[in-house]
């Protein structure tokens, strides 16, 4: 199973891609029942870097699983979303 990982502003250089032009969009192999969590520690990156966690274009915690084809995008404390 994969999910889709989409790393906003200084998160990015977690991607092999780090161009600000350019997609920072990590594919990540997950097995069933792997949390949001779990995908962050796949990647080396630390609960506190993150601000806003998106699922499928809804905001989510870390306890949520993942499941095959989720787009999962993470945002850093410095862009902070206004969600309403």
Do not use: H, W
């Amino acid at each position: 199973m994969t999910v889709e990982v989409r790393l906003y502003g200084k998160l990015r250089r977690f991607a092999s891609q780090k161009d600000v032009n350019s997609d920072s969009t990590i594919p990540v192999e997950v097995s069933a029942g792997e949390t949001i969590q779990s995908v962050l520690r796949r990647l080396g990156v630390a609960r506190e870097e993150v601000s806003n966690i998106v699922l499928n274009g809804r905001l989510a915690g870390l306890e949520l699983e993942v499941k095959d084809q989720d787009r999962l995008g993470l945002f850093p404390g410095d862009m902070s979303l206004l969600y309403c």
